[in-house]
């Protein structure tokens, strides 16, 4: 068992010699060989701390594992630390499944105990069982590449020396060994989708092929390979693709999409969504596939709501990644006088002063000062608006002028509007109207300055990438 376990870790550079390790041990077959065969490693000469938790499932048994690990740790003379958590209080105030409730626990556990001995990793039993389950159950959920990866060999700090492992062998080395193990009374309960897939699907598809665990855990392992090359290629193509805002929202070059490979293009999407929202948890294959079919159809404009009150909208030649709040928000701000103004969603500063000439920068507009009125309302679109475009005669609804410019629907609530007197002086980065205009050259005009204007940045990122 040590010379399979060995292959495993130096694939994958799991351990270097001397390294202090915190082993997580729920007094399982898996987890206990995991310590054993730590222990036995001595030519790594690692430094152990067995950590183990109980998440308040199951009280009579619960005390019962920690005795037993506790034991264990004092057989080996390592020193042992554990926890006790209310898994479904977690759960309650987390909106997590019970499993995944459990598991957010126990690696913050175990995260804890490697920083309270300053360890340099943390080692879990996860086997070749665990992979194949793993594959299997995210393949029925309809998981994509990312999914089927299964559970890594190595994350961060992280590693499971045991992934490559049967548990049949696992439970053949104890008992050759002479070491017992507990057993867990909830791997038997076939509320979990995982203990359905162990005790009913897996023993019938080994009826058809034998090695049926090991062509899951090899599938897993293939693609996490493959994941992590479109991933980094995927990478690249975010900063060309997308234009940040406040780590809120990314507003996409749809045509440039298009161009894309289709895996990569399924990748940007995903790395897009985990961006803004921190994970993908709720994100599935068929969301990732319904956005893309989308952003590749005929259709104009559409959107589709994602969990987590998250948002992905196409207009024209642009679309976004956002939370439906930013999209749907309402502002309204007021300025009295000149300075500088920092608003959630308008930053500008207002300025008197005689100018010569008048720049054509969109972030700029220049308004005669006899025909401004304090004070300037700063608003985001209403249905009805209307205003004269600079060098037209004729009133033209706001709405018909987005349409013209070609400005997509999830983007005209964060174009801001100045009034004054409750008319429309400028589209904020676009139009001055045609009453407010400067008309004679050395007379008193007010400049407003946007910062970032959102409709001016996304065109000049687009020129920059043409």
Same mark, same amino acid.
């Given at each position: 068992?040590l010379?399979?376990?060995?292959?495993?870790?130096?694939?994958?550079?799991?351990?270097?010699?001397g390294?202090?390790?915190? @082993?997580?041990?729920?007094?399982? %077959? !898996?987890? +206990? =060989?995991?310590?054993?065969? #730590?222990? &036995?490693?001595?030519?790594?000469? $690692?430094?152990?701390?067995?950590?183990?938790?109980?998440?308040?499932?199951?009280?009579?048994?619960?005390?019962?594992?920690?005795?037993f690990?506790?034991?264990?740790?004092?057989?080996?003379?390592?020193?042992?630390?554990?926890?006790?958590?209310?898994?479904?209080?977690?759960?309650?105030?987390?909106?997590?499944?019970?499993?995944?409730?459990?598991?957010?626990?126990?690696?913050?556990?175990?995260?804890? @105990?490697?920083?309270?001995?300053? %360890? !340099?990793? +943390? =080692?879990?039993?996860?086997? #070749?069982? &665990?992979?194949?389950?793993?594959? $299997?159950?995210?393949?029925?959920?309809?998981?994509?590449?990312?999914?089927?990866?299964?559970?890594?060999?190595?994350?961060?700090?992280?590693?499971?020396?045991?992934?490559?492992?049967?548990?049949?062998?696992?439970?053949?080395?104890?008992?050759?060994?002479?070491?017992?193990?507990?057993?867990?009374?909830?791997?038997?309960?076939?509320?979990?989708?995982?203990?359905?897939?162990?005790?009913?699907?897996?023993?019938?598809?080994?009826?058809?092929?034998p090695?049926?665990?090991?062509?899951?855990?090899?599938?897993?392992?293939?693609?996490?390979?493959?994941?992590?090359?479109?991933?980094?290629?995927?990478?690249?193509?975010?900063?060309?693709?997308?234009?940040?805002?406040?780590?809120?929202?990314?507003?996409?070059d749809?045509?440039?999409?298009?161009?894309?490979?289709?895996?990569?293009?399924?990748?940007?999407?995903?790395?897009?969504?985990?961006?803004?929202?921190?994970?993908?948890?709720?994100?599935?294959?068929?969301?990732?596939?319904?956005?893309?079919e989308?952003?590749?159809?005929?259709?104009?404009?559409?959107?589709?709501?994602?969990?987590?009150?998250?948002?992905?909208?196409?207009g024209?030649?642009?679309?976004?990644?956002?939370?439906?709040?930013?999209?749907?928000?309402?502002?309204?701000?007021?300025?009295?006088?000149?300075?500088?103004?920092?608003?959630?969603?308008?930053?500008?500063?207002?300025?008197?002063?005689?100018?010569?000439?008048?720049?054509?920068?969109?972030?700029?507009?220049?308004?005669?000062?006899?025909?401004?009125?304090?004070?300037?309302?700063?608003?985001?679109?209403?249905?009805?608006?209307r205003?004269?475009?600079?060098?037209?005669?004729?009133?033209?609804?706001?709405?018909r002028?987005?349409i013209?410019?070609k400005?997509?629907?999830?983007?005209?609530?964060?174009?801001?509007?100045?009034t004054?007197?409750?008319?429309?002086?400028?589209?904020?980065?676009?139009?001055?109207?045609?009453?407010?205009?400067?008309?004679?050259?050395?007379?008193?005009?007010?400049?407003?300055?946007?910062?970032?204007p959102?409709?001016?940045?996304?065109?000049?990122?687009?020129?920059?990438?043409?």
């Amino acid at each position: 068992m040590l010379n399979p376990v060995r292959k495993t870790i130096n694939k994958f550079s799991m351990l270097t010699p001397g390294e202090s390790v915190v @082993v997580g041990v729920s007094g399982g %077959a !898996d987890s +206990i =060989a995991l310590l054993y065969i #730590l222990t &036995d490693l001595q030519d790594y000469a $690692l430094n152990l701390i067995v950590a183990h938790i109980n998440h308040g499932l199951r009280p009579r048994e619960a005390k019962r594992d920690a005795e037993f690990v506790r034991k264990i740790a004092n057989k080996l003379d390592r020193p042992f630390e554990l926890r006790e958590v209310d898994v479904l209080e977690f759960k309650k105030n987390s909106n997590l499944s019970t499993e995944d409730a459990a598991r957010n626990l126990r690696y913050k556990f175990l995260k804890e @105990v490697l920083g309270k001995y300053r %360890a !340099d990793k +943390i =080692a879990t039993g996860h086997t #070749l069982d &665990d992979q194949a389950e793993t594959v $299997l159950m995210r393949f029925i959920r309809g998981s994509g590449l990312l999914g089927l990866s299964g559970i890594p060999p190595v994350k961060d700090n992280i590693i499971r020396p045991l992934i490559e492992i049967t548990r049949s062998d696992i439970e053949d080395y104890l008992k050759s060994k002479g070491i017992d193990w507990v057993e867990d009374s909830t791997n038997r309960m076939k509320f979990f989708l995982r203990n359905r897939i162990r005790q009913e699907l897996i023993p019938k598809l080994l009826t058809y092929n034998p090695s049926v665990k090991e062509t899951l855990a090899r599938t897993g392992y293939i693609a996490s390979v493959e994941e992590d090359y479109i991933r980094t290629n995927a990478k690249k193509c975010l900063a060309k693709l997308f234009t940040n805002y406040g780590g809120e929202e990314l507003v996409g070059d749809l045509n440039y999409y298009k161009k894309l490979p289709i895996a990569i293009k399924y990748m940007v999407l995903r790395l897009a969504i985990e961006e803004i929202r921190g994970d993908l948890k709720g994100i599935s294959l068929k969301h990732i596939s319904s956005i893309c079919e989308l952003l590749l159809s005929d259709e104009p404009s559409g959107e589709i709501t994602l969990p987590d009150k998250m948002l992905v909208a196409k207009g024209y030649d642009l679309f976004t990644i956002t939370k439906k709040s930013i999209v749907k928000c309402k502002y309204t701000y007021s300025v009295n006088s000149t300075g500088v103004y920092k608003f959630p969603h308008a930053e500008f500063d207002v300025q008197i002063s005689k100018v010569n000439s008048l720049t054509s920068e969109k972030c700029s507009g220049y308004f005669d000062f006899k025909s401004v009125e304090f004070p300037i309302e700063i608003r985001n679109f209403h249905h009805g608006d209307r205003f004269i475009p600079f060098g037209m005669k004729g009133v033209k609804k706001v709405k018909r002028f987005f349409i013209d410019e070609k400005v997509p629907r999830f983007l005209r609530n964060r174009i801001p509007i100045f009034t004054s007197s409750g008319e429309i002086m400028w589209i904020g980065g676009m139009r001055v109207d045609e009453r407010f205009k400067v008309r004679n050259k050395n007379q008193e005009v007010i400049t407003i300055r946007l910062v970032k204007p959102i409709w001016g940045e996304l065109h000049a990122n687009r020129n920059d990438k043409v």
